[in-house]
């Protein structure tokens, strides 16, 4: 009987030796995996463009158009600002603005022209 123990035992300490090795393969080969996946980057995306038009009375004009004709006035005239605030009259298709608090009839932009 001791015979046939001896000889089982070289076979279960193998059995044993194969499966650690094996384990330790799938633990390298998750490791290198999770690797190549923390280096791929993210994707990006692209920026949205956005644009803002005022309609009235068959008249469009961009809000932009209309800031730039602002500050072109303002320019024209030799001011600064350091705070401006446009108002949009549809009913008279023209753009009101204050300069530092300040303004009046002369700062005006005609929407037509724009």
Same mark, same amino acid.
């Given at each position: 009987?001791?015979?046939?123990?001896? =000889?089982? /035992?070289?076979?279960?300490?193998?059995?044993?030796?194969?499966?650690? +090795?094996?384990?330790?393969? &799938?633990? =390298?080969?998750?490791?290198? @995996?999770? +690797?190549? *996946? /923390?280096? !791929?980057?993210?994707?990006?995306? =692209?920026?949205?463009?956005?644009? *803002?038009?005022?309609e009235?009375?068959?008249?469009?004009?961009?809000?932009? $158009?209309? !800031?730039?004709? @602002?500050?072109? =006035?303002?320019?024209?005239?030799? !001011?600064?600002?350091? $705070?401006? +605030?446009?108002?949009?009259?549809?009913? /008279? !298709?023209?753009a009101?603005? &204050? *300069?530092?608090?300040?303004?009046?009839?002369?700062?005006?932009?005609?929407?037509?022209?724009?």
């Open positions: 009987m001791a015979s046939k123990k001896k =000889a089982a /035992e070289p076979t279960v300490a193998a059995e044993t030796a194969a499966k650690e +090795k094996t384990a330790k393969t &799938t633990k =390298a080969a998750a490791k290198s @995996v999770t +690797k190549t *996946v /923390e280096k !791929q980057p993210a994707a990006k995306k =692209a920026a949205c463009k956005t644009s *803002v038009c005022v009235m009375s068959g008249l469009s004009v961009s809000v932009a $158009d209309i !800031q730039n004709a @602002v500050k072109k =006035a303002i320019k024209d005239k030799g !001011q600064e600002a350091s $705070d401006l +605030k446009i108002y949009i009259n549809a009913a /008279e !298709q023209a009101y603005y &204050t *300069v530092d608090g300040e303004g009046g009839e002369e700062c005006k932009v005609d929407l037509n022209t724009l």
